[in-house]
């Protein structure tokens, strides 16, 4: 099973902003204080801009005090600390760090047990780019508020009011619990400005927004959370130049921003710090996003995603280069994510969007952990994380936040397929398809941990194989226009074709395994619930059946001609037999009774599939039955239509 994933984020990742900040010009700062066992330790905060390097040193005045420093990032993570600059001969803590990242930086003075007195703080900041200037001589401290936020819990809302060029920045920390919070902005008339999930996804899943108002006018601050966590918050909110809302937006990364501008987009790297690339492998990612755009846009017609207006330096699209890879369970190889506002997407001509929305793209600065590649080159794995991620972002060219979240990840990945064969990666999620398809089609949560969604990608194959190779894009068409199933029952109709017709065909396809790539998953067959090898009453050996989900039996009888009949209480289940003879397979609908001939075949299999299905993807549930077997003469049920067995392999 692959560990590797990908993955859209489906609201705003604007990064780190660091609250709270005493924000100063001058580069050196004094400070006195008093220190012993019954007093609390000081702290003292500092904005340091990459590269910026700060020197503490706190000498006692008076006592017999022996300090102690503490030098402390926005996470709470210690990032330096010292007691003795010269132990034994001075006593007095003093610590020099360079960031690597900017932000706020706490310094904790603190002492040795039993020791106390006076100390002088003396701080001295060099290097870098200045801090941000004060707003009007002050942090511009507007909001300043602590709650707690479950889903028992209603949103909480602040109004502010924004002249016409002023900024602000929007801070939502979680301080206890496991809350995941979320921020949204919203202008007088109830419209969304911008919204954000996660400020630096995966590290950091605090929320945060920063906003320049250009007609000025009452807005609303509104505090939620993502679905299921809870827990306290702190909410901030500070003014701040227009110039600085940019800080605040999209990637940081962790040396100075160096860009290749190509036609069509604007590759942000860096050659310093954790997320350090090189010249080489940034030019490859611009080349190979070129060559992607050329295939899906140019090539197959998909409609270019929307302009970012400006976001980014210009109106190309915008890829960052981030060491995203590095200690991040799971591997996440790349995300895409979308941004405000949503609307039309001016590059679909064909049709009017209502939630197309803007996008950017980071992947990863080198895509040289060996866990990761097994074997394979990082050039290779990059190009197939390219042609995924730029699909999402084409994907948010129709529609931003389609309830089935699966229907991104399957298309990007069949996406890398029909991109870049001999670079994709989506061949290692089939595995868990078929070993699994009794489980919900489209499930949210699935006993692989989500990597079932991915997988799917073999459906989106099986449309395009059964009505041309337009099909995915009529199906994203749709989606633009209808939620859910719908979109997908709408794509089927335009064909002349039924959801449940399309399902089965599905089904079908997997267990003979007729994909162009089989040659790539060759060792997977479906999971075989059990060989019915006499007439009589047969039951699953699972736990049922999900909705639109299969289980799938061997009919080892002797040849003759057999009724099939299911018994359940549910009435949403079927059945389909499939006869395989040489390199033909023979699909024949036997509802939920019907007659099949095993004579003249090599393999007989029955499918049986739960026809229910509702958008509620976390709802799954199974569905008991049995299966009765009696020995007939009657007619055999007609074959309803025919695929290639070639590539059959025996389920085990």
Known sequence: MPTLRRFIVMMLVLLVLMMGVLVVSAQQQTFTGYQANDVEVDTYEFYLSAGQTINALAEATSGDLDTYLVLRDWNGETVAENDDRDFPNDLNAEITYTASVEGVYTLVVTHILDTSGNYL?????????????????????????????????????????????????????????????????????????????????????????????????????????FAGTSGQYRLTARLISPDEVILYERVRLSGPIQTIDTPNFRIHYTLEGEDATTEAFARKVAETMEEVR??????????????????GGDDRYDVYLANILDGIEGHDLGYASPEMPYGDNPNNTDSVQQYAAPSYIVLDNAYSEPDVLNGRAPVSLMRATAAHEFHHSIQFGYDMNDSHNWLYEATATWMETTTFPLDQDATGYVEVVLSYPEICFGAADDPSGGLMMYGEWLFIQSLADAYGDEAPLVLWEHIAEAEGWESLELTVAAYGDKLLNALARYRVQNLVRDYEFTSSFAQHTVWLEAVIDGTGNWQYTGEGIQELGANYFELALPSGVYDISLNDSSGYLNIWAVGISGDVASAIPLNRAGTVSTVGYDNVYLIVMNTEYGDDLLGCAYRSYTIDVAASEASPALVAFEMNASQFQPPQ
């Open 121 to 225: 703080l003396t701080v001295n900041l060099s290097g870098g780019t200045a801090p941000p200037p004060p707003v009007n001589g002050t942090d511009g401290l507007i909001v300043e508020h602590e709650g707690y936020m479950g889903d028992d819990v209603s949103d909480y809302y602040h109004e502010i009011t924004l002249q016409a060029g002023q900024a602000v920045v929007v801070f939502a920390e979680a301080t206890g619990g496991d809350l995941d919070t979320y921020l949204l902005l919203r202008d007088a008339a109830g419209n969304t400005v911008i919204e954000n999930d996660d400020r630096d996804y995966p590290n950091d899943l605090n929320a945060e927004l920063a906003y320049a108002s250009a007609t000025g006018g009452t807005y609303t601050i509104v505090v939620s959370n």
């Open 294 to 311: 050329m295939i899906q846009v140019d090539q197959m017609g998909w409609a270019a995603p929307p302009p970012d207006n400006g976001r």
